[in-house]
């Protein structure tokens, strides 16, 4: 069965810097990767996916993510946050077979500071 | 760009009370979930649907609940007798092809 770990479940930092979201996943086979965000009250919205290919993926509102077989990791990036990347964050993994459950980590809530 | 709308996107409603949370998916989409997000933790998976039945459900969607597609456009989520520890946010998504996943904007149920 699919699994997604994300060990941070709040982070800060300040408006301009860097930011790295973390996700391990466990899945048996080649998994289907998502990261989704969600503002309070609000509903998910896709930021990235992976399915295949070039390991690097890039997303909506200049986030990134980097697939790592070898660490099962899927960790999201973005070179200069802005107040409005306040949010939290969910990592997800999907099943080979196209259309299955998406499994989601706990999420890693994000706080921005001026 | 096509959209998943859900209605009502609050509701309040007393223990015990049915209640029916309303989900359009997209309109050429095949396979449709539930999920649901009890306040501060992760989303959940209760159940997926395709060709007019259950694919796959988890352990929370017990007898409590149903899914129905009445109509060939939307997509219900039905719970019986409601618990306290139903209250969360529910969200539908519908999928198609190509990892396209698309979720709605939720319906919060508060169960008082």
């Known amino acids: 069965a699919q699994s997604v770990t994300q060990p941070d479940i709040h982070i800060t930092v300040s408006e301009g810097a860097s930011l790295e979201l973390r996700c391990n996943y466990s899945?048996?086979?080649?998994?289907?990767l998502f990261w989704y965000v969600q503002s309070p009250g609000q509903g998910l919205q896709l930021l990235l996916k992976y399915f295949s290919g070039d390991t690097l993926v890039q997303g909506i509102k200049g986030f990134e993510a980097e697939f790592k077989r070898s660490q099962s990791s899927f960790n999201l990036r973005k070179p200069s946050v802005h107040w409005s990347d306040a949010a939290e964050y969910f990592c997800?993994?999907?099943?080979?077979?196209?259309?299955?459950?998406?499994?989601f980590g706990q999420g890693t809530r994000l706080t921005i500071n001026p | 760009e096509p959209e998943v709308t859900q209605t009502p996107s609050h509701q309040v409603t007393q223990m015990g009370q049915e209640v029916i949370l309303r989900c359009v998916p997209i309109s050429n989409h095949l396979y449709f979930y539930w999920y649901r997000q009890i306040l501060g933790q992760k989303v959940e998976f209760l159940v997926s649907f395709y060709n007019n039945e259950i694919s796959e459900k988890s352990e929370i969607f017990d007898d409590q609940f149903s899914v129905e597609r009445p109509d060939g456009s939307n997509f219900t989520l039905k719970i019986r007798s409601t618990k306290l520890e139903d209250s969360a946010m529910y969200f539908c998504?519908?999928?198609?092809?190509?990892?396209?996943?698309?979720f709605g904007s939720g319906t919060r149920l508060t169960v008082v």
């Open positions: 899945y048996g086979a080649t998994p289907y």
């Open positions: 997800a993994v999907g099943a080979l077979q196209g259309a299955q459950k998406l499994v």
């Open positions: 998504a519908s999928y198609r092809s190509n990892l396209a996943y698309t």
